[in-house]
């Protein structure tokens, strides 16, 4: 799971959760972008009520818990960083699930893939990394 889509491939993504790194770097983005933490300390990974739940699920809770304290997403960029698979054809799916899970436009959703060249665990295939940044705001009364 990437983004919120199933992208077949013949390795997965390991974790305590799905292990989609492009909710959980999501998630971290709007904790940190209100000043609440990480995805850690409100999804710590020794809890059973969040193993094996899905990174759609913890955005939407992210969502929920800073929506009680006013804040909402205005727009989010993400930076997937793999040698594989090609994320090209999920591009729009992933956009369009982090949209509906956040409550924003599509347009409002950036996704860039880039790869590492070769270079360390990730160029070599056995680890992937996902980079986001959160606008948010207040919401007016």
């Known amino acids: ?7 077949p491939y013949s390795w997965g993504l390991s ?3 799905d292990g989609d790194a492009v909710m959980h770097a ?6 940190g972008a209100a000043g609440k933490g990480d995805i850690g300390a409100m999804f710590p ?3 059973r009520r969040y193993a094996g739940i899905t990174g759609r699920a913890l955005l939407a809770q992210v969502r929920t818990a800073l929506a009680t304290e006013g804040w909402m997403p205005v727009n989010i960029d993400v930076t997937i960083i793999a040698e594989a698979p090609q994320l090209g054809p999920y591009r729009n ?5 982090i949209a ?3 409550e924003i436009p599509p347009d409002a959703v950036g996704i860039k893939a880039k790869t590492n060249e070769g270079l360390d665990a990730i160029g070599r295939g056995e680890a992937i990394a ?3 940044v959160a606008l948010i ?3 007016d009364g």
């Open 45 to 47: 990974p020794g809890d």
């Open 130 to 132: 996902a980079h986001a």
């Open 93 to 97: 799916a992933m956009r369009n699930a």
């Open 15 to 17: 974790g305590h959760s």
């Open 137 to 139: 705001k207040f919401a």
């Open 1 to 7: 799971m990437l983004g919120g889509v199933h992208i």
């Open 26 to 31: 999501i998630a971290d983005a709007l904790l």
């Open 100 to 102: 509906q899970t956040l």
